[in-house]
């Protein structure tokens, strides 16, 4: 099972941009599709991005469509999520998470991260 770490989260102001970046270790991304999801305080965990393992195709919430934008890079061994124009509705704990398909429900996912925190300020 492969184990992963996020990093890139922390405080910026409304219309910033953070980039997060996900790391495998114990072995590769290859073969895995990999999502990004996010839990705010109260709330229920919602996803935010998926790639399919070749990363030919990827997949975006309504909410983010257009701003953020996640990408794989095969040579690093990691999957970035590039978030521009944030809103203060973006802040949450960011998860990145691994599994055989690009899925929206999280529970397809089999491998996860500890969260990055991302909060963003009005």
């Known amino acids: 099972q492969v184990q992963l770490a996020e990093s890139g989260g922390g405080l910026v102001q409304a219309g910033g941009s953070l980039r997060l970046s996900c790391a495998a270790s114990?072995?590769?991304?290859?073969?895995?599709?990999v999502g990004w999801f996010r839990q705010a305080p109260g709330k229920e965990r919602e996803f935010v991005a998926a790639?399919?393992?070749?990363?030919?195709?990827?997949y975006y919430a309504d909410s983010v469509k257009g701003r953020f934008t996640i990408s794989r890079d095969s040579a690093k061994n990691t999957v970035d999520l590039q978030m521009s124009s944030l809103k203060p509705e973006d802040t949450a704990v960011y998860y990145c998470?691994?599994?055989?398909?690009?899925?929206?429900?999280?529970?397809?996912?089999?491998?996860w991260g500890q969260g990055t925190q991302v909060t963003v300020s009005s």
């Open positions: 790639v399919t393992w070749s990363g030919a195709y990827s």
């Open positions: 114990g072995r590769t991304f290859s073969g895995y599709a």
């Open positions: 998470a691994a599994g055989h398909s690009s899925s929206r429900t999280w529970s397809s996912y089999n491998s």
